[in-house]
């Protein structure tokens, strides 16, 4: 399946597969990178968001590489529209882990409550630790595959945050800024 408003970036049919013209995503990608390095110099911050199992480890790596946020398990809705809710799940996870870091956690609750506290601190790092750094909108997001993160895609057009996509054959083009 794919999008008709892809027509202009595919090449060719070749046994029911699309071939992107890698002319223009090369051209797509050094414009993107030229847009990106230019936005980073300013000192604004770029979110990476990129869920799929293939890209995970990738996404991860450079965004820390280049110590930008990132979100690799899922997309929590309101991440940019509702940034004050994130935040203070943020405080909370901090709170948690001075908790284990001191000892208090044992001493002060049951091994009952221990466990769940645990089981939430574990929960809340797993979702939200690659946006811990971040203080604000984005000046930017960069999206691998904006069918799948459509949410994503949605609420930083609402919140105005330009967006750079990688997308298949299968996406809207018009996602991508």
Known sequence: QWNPKMKKF??????????IDVEQTLRGLIRAQNYLQKLAATGAQVLFVGT?????PVIEAES???AMPFVVERWIGGSLTNYAVIRKRLQRLEELENLEATGEMVQRYSKKIVSALKRERKKISRNLEGIRT???LPGAMFVVDPKREEIAVKEARRMGVPTVCLLDTDCNPDYAD
């Open 64 to 66: 820390k590489r280049c």
């Open 10 to 19: 595919i090449r060719g049919k070749r046994n029911l597969i699309h071939i």
């Open 134 to 136: 971040m203080n604000g």
């Open 52 to 56: 799929k199992k293939q890209i995970r």
